[in-house]
């Protein structure tokens, strides 16, 4: 289970992923755990950067480049260690962040940032523990804790809680008693006054929009914004949903 834990999926590629990938200038950034893939569209000293959640890869949130793009914006996105075109079978919310530290070394500061899934949880980790800036954020359909992940994976592998106190226990001896907490979003997040727009669809099957709602409740910068009928990956190409996040931003 540990080892299955760190494994990152890796999905086929759509065509219009594929199409938003090409056109942006690919950058093999020199990390010590490996060359990060990483894309860049427009050239710009006002930066947005996009970040994927697990088993995504960063051309995901492609259909946000275009309007950036159109409002003079840099767009920056990479593949986290282990998934996309980032080497690796393997990854954890320590290694992304570290690769996001690489990235934005290379590229400048980040004027904004926008994220979906656990890709929240990374930002608010490397805002609380890494020293990460950013003046704001934008985080769609993002879990808050890591016991909710576990849940979720040991509901699939369809262990017995037993197993599962286990493997917590396992993690906890790995990485501290207060790793659980260390990761959670909504902890790393509360007293922040970075404005965020955190956004969560009320039929995301994925992650229940009331993490949504916790994030934001836990985050004094933020404000929540609910769809509907959008799920936990479609909701990245709604257009209406991208005019709301570029204006944002803006």
């Known amino acids: 289970m540990y080892k299955m834990w760190f494994t990152s999926p890796k999905h086929p590629e759509p065509k219009r992923e594929q199409r938003w990938r090409e056109q942006a200038e690919f950058i093999s950034i020199p990390h010590h755990d490996g060359p990060v893939a990483t894309y860049k569209w427009g050239e710009s000293d006002k930066r947005v950067l996009l970040i994927h959640g697990w088993s995504g890869r960063g051309p995901q949130l492609?259909?946000?480049v275009e309007p950036l793009l159109a409002?003079?914006?840099?767009?920056?996105?990479?593949?986290?260690?282990g998934h996309g075109r980032t080497p690796g079978k393997t990854s954890s919310i320590f290694r992304i962040t570290d690769a996001l530290l690489a990235v934005?070394?290379?590229t400048g500061p980040i004027d904004a940032v926008i994220t979906h899934s656990f890709g929240a949880m990374v930002l608010a980790y490397a805002i609380r523990h890494a020293g990460f800036t950013t003046k704001r954020a934008v985080c769609i359909s993002s879990p808050?804790?890591?016991l909710f992940l576990i849940d979720r994976f040991c509901e699939v592998m369809q262990v017995t809680d037993k197993v599962k106190q286990a493997f917590i226990y396992y993690i906890n001896r790995r990485f501290g008693d207060d790793v659980l907490a260390r990761l959670s979003a909504d902890k790393n997040m509360a007293g922040s006054t970075i404005p965020a727009l955190i956004i969560h669809d009320k039929d995301d099957h994925d992650v229940p929009y009331e993490f949504g709602q916790q994030l934001a409740n836990a985050w004094p910068g933020a404000k929540l914004h609910l769809t509907e009928g959008l799920g936990h990956r479609r909701i990245l190409r709604n257009r209406e949903l991208v005019k709301t996040v570029v204006e944002f931003i803006q």
């Open 62 to 64: 492609g259909a946000f």
């Open 71 to 81: 409002k003079g914006y840099e767009v920056i996105t990479f593949d986290a260690p």
């Open 104 to 106: 934005v070394k290379h």
């Open 144 to 146: 808050t804790t890591p």
